[in-house]
């Protein structure tokens, strides 16, 4: 137990529709970042971000795109669904952006796009 | 972004202690070594890290070269629970994670 929640932890969706995931961080973390877990591959940074700021972006679109809140909880968007969308997201909170401090991962959503 | 280099797959015997090796040959002064596991249907798990000393908590002990060009995981007493896939990680000066293949352990009872 991480004490890093998301919801849903399932979902299937159609190509062309969106998409809002859920990420509440572990108390006095500050800084989010999410994932994208495509089956048998390494978890790919998608965004992170700290006090409510985007902080670091990776190789992914303009579709995927997020929020944090005062509270530091956090949410991803993807729109326009595409079929290999599908995957595991994975959020990870830590406490501050320093690169030293351990990363706390949520159990993941696992999106199916049909 | 630096990388690290792992061997695919390890296997182990349980109760017996494992050695999980990982190059990092282009670390800068600064960078510090994270280990994470995954167990099967979960997110990764944070293991344990480390700049230029060798590390211990309970989970593992971490042993880091003199050159600091690679490090080894050590898990003293190997049981089923430690079968997983563990990545070693130089997290970015702005502490995005770059995930390989990272090694996947099988503990045999």
């Known amino acids: 137990e991480t004490g890093v929640t998301q919801s849903p932890t399932h979902l299937i969706k159609t190509r062309g529709q969106q998409v809002t995931l859920r990420c509440s961080s572990q108390?006095?973390?500050?800084?989010v970042s999410w994932y994208q877990q495509a089956l048998g591959q390494g978890p790919q940074f998608i965004f992170q971000?700290?006090?409510?700021?985007?902080?670091g972006r990776g190789n992914f679109p303009p579709r995927f795109s997020g929020l944090q809140f005062p509270n530091y909880s956090s949410e991803l968007n993807v729109n326009a669904l595409e079929l290999d969308d599908s995957a595991l997201y994975l959020c990870?909170?830590?406490?501050?952006?320093?690169?030293?401090?351990?990363?706390?991962f949520g159990p993941g959503t696992r999106l199916t796009v049909l | 972004d630096a990388k690290t280099t792992q061997p695919n797959s390890m296997e182990s015997n349980e109760e017996e202690p494992v050695h999980l090796p990982c190059n990092h040959s282009?670390?800068?002064?600064?960078?510090?070594i994270h280990w994470y596991r995954q167990l099967p249907s979960q997110g990764p798990e944070y293991v344990i890290h480390?700049?230029?000393s060798n590390v211990n908590n309970r989970m593992a002990s971490l042993a880091i070269a003199e050159d600091r060009k690679s490090s080894t995981l050590i898990l003293h007493r190997a049981t089923l629970r430690d079968a997983a896939v563990y990545y070693c990680?130089?997290?970015?000066?702005?502490?995005?994670?770059?995930f390989g293949q990272g090694t996947t352990l099988q503990v045999k009872p």
């Open positions: 990870a909170t830590r406490r501050d952006r320093g690169s030293y401090n351990e990363q706390f």
């Open positions: 108390s006095g973390h500050n800084t």
């Open positions: 971000y700290y006090r409510e700021e985007e902080n």
């Open positions: 282009t670390i800068s002064g600064t960078d510090y």
């Open positions: 480390g700049l230029t």
């Open positions: 990680l130089k997290p970015s000066n702005t502490g995005k994670l770059i």
